[in-house]
């Protein structure tokens, strides 16, 4: 059986991205959804690791933050402004 990837959009993303996902049946939440809306980008990584979702931001801080929880050997591009999609567990 295929697990489905989960995913959580923070602040920095388009409420109507999340909305179109659901249409076509993708799991997702948003950080206003879950209420973290004031909360730092660590609050947020931690809810994403425990409840094992795909975070889709466009805040190119996150992946800095990111890379030093998840991976000590990644090193983010940050001359793409394009959202970034950071993965979780």
Excluded: C, K, W
Excluded at 21 to 28: A, F, S, T
Excluded at 43 to 70: G, K, N, Y
């Amino acid at each position: 059986m295929s697990e489905r990837i989960r995913f959580h959009l923070d602040e920095n993303v388009d409420p109507a991205i999340a909305l179109g996902l659901r249409r076509y049946g993708i799991d997702v939440t948003t950080t206003n959804d879950v209420e973290l809306r004031t909360q730092s980008d660590e609050v947020q990584l931690a809810f994403i690791q425990e409840t094992q979702r795909v975070l889709f931001t466009q805040d190119t801080d996150f992946s800095i933050i990111a890379s030093s929880r998840l991976d000590p050997n990644f090193s983010p591009d940050l001359s793409n402004r394009s959202a970034e999609i950071v993965g979780a567990g």
